[in-house]
């Protein structure tokens, strides 16, 4: 499973509704170097689960500078308006006058100030003649945001078009949107085993899975379907149970929006009037009422 976000720039670093206003440049670069970046932002511990359209834009907007050795990059204790990547040379980290770490190429430093939005935590000097990639708090944070909400604004267009999900009041969906979680799966992949222990609840929002149940001996197969987007599955770890009552597998490429047990009650709890659409088709109308039950029978 890999997280949606597991970081987002403060929001009142930049105001969300200047989101449009600000323009994202992009600087050449070659392929060495773009990848070097890449592999920087994903090693870096608080940067490795961003997506990878915020890696890749993050590389594409990032400018090249160089300082000669001896020069200060970052001032501890100083506001923070760049984060950077080192491609050439090695700088020293140094805290109250003592030496942290020295780091080389392919590193990211300077990302706590902006991420956090706090002062720099320590003092960065070139121990030589260094080339840098660097991008300005601004972009950076724009490029956190701006994705952010545009996800936001596509998992809610996407619960609403969820026939179990539709009459959700508006501020519900897009509380849901923002808790899920993305998780992507390749051909073969297990997403739930049989037997395992879970809290989750998955909607598929691309591809197709196949639901296979065995009996107890795990000799014999009881139940096979196959699931595809818009419908959902792990719900009755959402009711209380635990242990997977069967295994799910991905057909395909396959992506799922995830959903733990303690958001999605604290979210959709004590809502019962979930999806009591009418419908002219018998079958339709069976499967909203049983997903109405279900709905009902978590809250
Ligand atoms: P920031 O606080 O913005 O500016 C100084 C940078 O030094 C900081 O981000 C990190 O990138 C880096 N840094 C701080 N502490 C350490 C440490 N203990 N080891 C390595 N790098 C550090």
């Avoid at 945001?145 to 267009?157: E, F, N, P, V, W």
Wanted: with cysteine.
């Amino acid at each position: 499973r890999t997280k949606r976000q597991a970081i987002s720039a403060e929001p009142s670093a930049l105001d969300p509704s200047k989101l449009s206003d600000v323009t994202l440049t992009s600087y050449c670069k070659s392929k060495e170097s773009s990848e070097l970046i890449q592999r920087a932002l994903m090693d870096n511990d608080f940067m490795k689960h961003l997506e990878q359209g915020q890696i890749l834009t993050i590389m594409d907007c990032m400018s090249p500078t160089s300082l000669a050795k001896g020069c200060c990059v970052i001032q501890e204790g100083d506001d923070g308006s760049t984060v950077y990547v080192l491609e050439e040379g090695k700088v020293e980290v140094s805290k109250q006058g003592k030496k942290l770490c020295s780091i080389g190429p392919g590193k990211v430093f300077g990302e706590l100030a902006i991420l956090y939005n706090c002062t720099r935590t320590a003092t960065v000097t070139a121990l030589t003649d260094i080339k840098l990639w660097a991008i300005d708090r601004q972009g950076f944070q724009t490029i956190m945001m701006r994705t952010g909400l545009i996800k936001l604004s596509q998992y809610t267009d996407f619960l609403r078009s969820v026939p179990s999900l539709q009459s959700l009041p508006e501020d519900v969906l897009s509380k849901l949107a923002d808790v899920l979680e993305e998780t992507h799966y390749s051909e073969g992949d297990y997403i739930i085993r049989q037997g395992a222990t879970g809290d989750t609840f998955f909607i598929i929002s691309e591809g197709q899975v196949k639901v296979s149940q065995q009996n107890a001996a795990g000799d014999e197969l009881l139940v096979e379907k196959s699931l595809s987007k818009g419908d959902w599955f792990g719900e009755q770890a959402l009711e209380g149970e635990d242990v997977r009552t069967a295994s799910v597998t991905a057909v395909g490429d396959v992506t799922c929006l995830v959903i733990d047990r303690e958001s999605f009650k604290q979210l959709i709890g004590g809502l019962d009037d979930v999806n009591n659409k009418p419908s002219d088709d018998n079958e339709v109308e069976a499967k909203l009422q049983a997903e109405a039950d279900f709905f009902s029978s978590v809250s």
